[in-house]
Nanobody, 114 residues
Framework: QVQLVESGGGSVQAGGSLRLSCVAS????????IHWSRQAPGKEREFVAA????????YYEESVKGRFSISRDNAKNTVYLQMNSLKPEDTGVYYC???????WGQGTQVTVSS
């Protein structure tokens, strides 16, 4: 099993940037693919981005391509989500997820105002 803790959320104006962090403990982090998902008020949770265990492959939901960047530092057991050119529709709770164990963090709130 692995435990995940997100941080870095906050409130920004449209066009601003935030960097989210997901710190893992209790498992073999450097063998795990890690995903970021988000849930907007009144909507279902949706996939945002993913990074392979070694960082060689990344995947993005279409609406965030070119604005968000996922990366990882296995020495620090951390995955990052750099979010630039934020839009109000990016508002939601962002979750870190390790699919192999179906482990989720508690989420971090991102609010983008117009």
């Amino acid at each position: 099993q692995v435990q995940l803790v997100e941080s870095g959320g906050g409130s920004v104006q449209a066009g601003g940037s935030l960097r989210l962090s997901c710190v893992a403990s209790g498992g073999t982090f450097d063998s795990l693919d890690i995903h970021w998902s988000r849930q907007a008020p009144g909507k279902e949770r949706e996939f945002v981005a993913a990074v392979s265990w070694n960082g060689a492959k990344t995947y993005y939901e279409e609406s965030v391509k070119g604005r968000f960047s996922i990366s990882r530092d296995n020495a620090k057991n951390t995955v990052y989500l750099q979010m630039n050119s934020l839009k109000p529709e990016d508002t939601g709770v962002y979750y870190c997820h390790a699919p192999r164990y179906d482990s989720w963090g508690q989420g971090t709130q991102v609010t983008v105002s117009s």
